[in-house]
């Protein structure tokens, strides 16, 4: 279970990014954030993996704080959380499986990962990660040839290459067109179902938030505005979680599915 | 269009126009008049061009008539100069890989160590090739030690500025991404900055590889071995057909070299 107590994020500009957002996160959900650009989605999202550090309030994994560990031991919490990215954030002059393989660092030593001796084992989960979303036979092209759709499920490749507890997806369609999206949310759900892994998607798009979401929350100006089912949120829901009337640029298709 | 205009608000003020640039320049044209002036000039003077410009018909004659007898005296220096430039790129290319990312920004957390490493490095950098050559042999002697050394401290030089600059431009990304599966430092260089910096790092190093052989000549004058020796020689001589036969080999070799780190960087990027 991820619990955020009296958690806030400012930043260093003085950007109030995150205002005293108490939350819990039971294990195996998939949870939808929604709100405008610059809502704090991002920066609650890197709380939980510690890229962002609080400056007041605490968060904790099944009772573990994020916010006070550092070094090892914030690796440690970090090699369970698998995080996917709006830009994929891939290595594109190499492999797609040198990509995967990232995602074994925390079980390979620094001298094999500076030389590339990964493990056969961890080549096989590497290998099996690229299986679940249907990539496989491209995992020694360059990930640079790929396209946005392929790139992206590589990145949840490297991901799930970890074996995490948790998934973060920060935006991960907003770089993607409709079709493709819809793929790539698709294999976030099955993940999320199959292997149980808690799954957190920030989403600006109010039918994809409904339609994957299991629970949805709204955030405006670093506040939490709603917590709820993906049935409760309605249209007026989303009016108040962005502070004015939805536009045809809030919806991934023509008419909200 | 029934909108009405939307309320005139107030503009924001143009900032004043920087002075810097109109500054610059009068500083420039000032510096140039005193160097041309007479009490505080460095003695430029475009007539001693025409005058003297039939005294070198001799010498030029020569320098276009290359005695090709000469070029297999100049074999055995001119392998030694490769073997010391080879040498020298390996060894200090070897040093500058790893170095570059203590002088990096995106990959040097610590303020410190950055501090200290672009410290040692700029003063690595102010002192030109000839004056490493003469420490080093001043230090160990005439011969092809001292200026392997000069030219690795020369290559660490040049790569790293070159080399942390474009760590300095990389996508960071994956290095985010790798951050975020728990990767620790070394892990992180190595597959997230490393591939990102692996074709300019090649380039670099061929580029250094480039300036060690014209570096060559210089060394030889000081006596840090190598084809320069010959050529200095030679030149106090005054036998301007060997000169002529060593510079066009130093040529042709430079050119070959740029033909062949042309292919390498095609292939690598």
């Known amino acids: 279970m991820i619990r955020f107590e009296n958690a806030s994020v400012v930043y260093p500009g003085g950007v109030h990014a995150l205002k005293n957002l108490t939350l819990e996160i039971p294990d195996g959900q998939m949870m939808v954030i929604v709100g405008l650009s610059g809502a704090g989605k991002s920066t609650m999202i890197r709380a939980i993996n510690g890229l962002v550090r609080l400056t007041e309030?605490?968060?904790?994994?099944?009772?573990?704080?994020?916010s006070k560990a550092s070094g090892r031991q914030l690796r440690e919490i970090r090699s369970r959380i698998g995080m996917i990215f709006q830009t994929f954030n891939l290595v594109n002059r190499t492999t797609v499986l040198n990509n995967v393989l990232m995602g074994r660092f925390h079980n390979t030593s620094t001298l094999r990962?500076?030389?590339?001796?990964?493990?056969?084992?961890?080549?096989?989960?590497?290998?099996?990660?690229?299986?679940?979303?249907?990539?496989?036979?491209?995992?020694?092209?360059?990930?640079?040839?790929?396209?946005?759709?392929?790139?992206?499920?590589?990145?949840?490749?490297?991901?799930?290459?970890?074996?995490?507890?948790?998934?973060?997806?920060?935006?991960?369609?907003?770089?993607?067109?409709?079709?493709?999206?819809?793929?790539?949310?698709?294999?976030?759900?099955?993940?999320?179902?199959?292997?149980?892994?808690?799954?957190?998607?920030?989403?600006?798009?109010?039918?994809?938030?409904?339609?994957?979401?299991?629970?949805?929350?709204?955030?405006?100006?670093?506040?939490?505005?709603?917590?709820?089912?993906a049935d409760q949120a309605d249209e007026n829901v989303f009016r108040d979680i962005y502070g004015r009337s939805l536009t045809a640029d809030d919806i991934l298709e023509a008419a909200i599915a | 269009m029934t909108a009405a205009a939307p309320a005139r608000t107030s503009r924001p003020v143009k900032p004043r126009r920087s002075m810097a640039i109109p500054i610059g320049l009068a500083v420039f044209v000032v510096i140039t008049w005193l160097a041309l002036s007479e009490q505080f000039g460095i003695g430029f003077d475009l007539v001693a061009l025409i005058e003297d410009i039939a005294r070198g018909r001799g010498i030029l004659a020569e320098l276009l008539s290359p005695n090709w007898s000469f070029v297999p005296r100049t074999a055995e220096p001119m392998i030694e100069t490769v073997q010391i430039a080879i040498l020298g790129a390996v060894i200090g290319c070897s040093i500058a890989l790893p170095v570059s990312f203590l002088a990096s920004r995106v990959t040097a957390r610590n303020r410190g160590v950055l501090g200290v490493t672009r410290t040692v490095l700029s003063v690595v950098r102010a002192i030109p090739d000839i004056?490493?050559?003469?420490?080093?042999?001043?230090?160990?002697?005439?011969?092809?030690?001292?200026?392997?050394?000069?030219?690795v401290f020369f290559n660490i030089g040049v790569v790293v500025k070159l080399l942390s600059e474009t760590i300095d431009g990389v996508d960071s990304g994956p290095i985010e991404a790798a951050r975020a599966s728990g990767a620790n430092g070394f892990q992180s260089v190595r597959w997230a900055v490393l591939p990102q910096?692996?074709?300019?790092?090649?380039?670099?190093?061929?580029?250094?590889?480039?300036?060690?052989?014209?570096?060559?000549?210089?060394?030889?004058?000081?006596?840090?071995?190598?084809?320069?020796n010959m050529l200095f020689t030679q030149y106090r001589f005054f036998n301007w057909s060997n000169v002529s036969v060593i510079v066009i080999e130093l040529f042709v070799l430079v050119i070959l070299i740029e033909l062949v780190s042309i292919q390498l960087r095609r292939r690598l990027v």
């Open chain 1, 57 to 66: 309030g605490e968060v904790t994994i099944d009772g573990q704080s994020v």
């Open chain 1, 113 to 229: 990962s500076l030389m590339g001796w990964y493990r056969p084992e961890d080549v096989e989960i590497a290998m099996q990660a690229l299986e679940r979303v249907d990539i496989v036979e491209k995992a020694y092209t360059r990930a640079s040839n790929l396209s946005g759709g392929q790139q992206q499920r590589v990145g949840i490749a490297r991901a799930l290459a970890q074996e995490p507890k948790i998934l973060l997806a920060d935006e991960p369609v907003a770089s993607l067109d409709p079709p493709t999206s819809h793929v790539v949310m698709r294999d976030l759900q099955h993940i999320n179902r199959e292997l149980g892994i808690t799954t957190i998607v920030n989403l600006h798009f109010l039918d994809l938030a409904k339609r994957y979401g299991e629970r949805i929350i709204g955030l405006r100006a670093g506040e939490l505005v709603y917590d709820g089912t």
């Open chain 2, 131 to 151: 004056l490493w050559a003469l420490l080093f042999v001043a230090a160990v002697g005439i011969g092809v030690l001292p200026g392997i050394l000069a030219l």
């Open chain 2, 197 to 228: 910096v692996l074709p300019n790092y090649v380039a670099y190093s061929l580029y250094a590889f480039e300036l060690n052989i014209r570096a060559s000549t210089v060394l030889g004058v000081v006596g840090a071995g190598g084809i320069g």
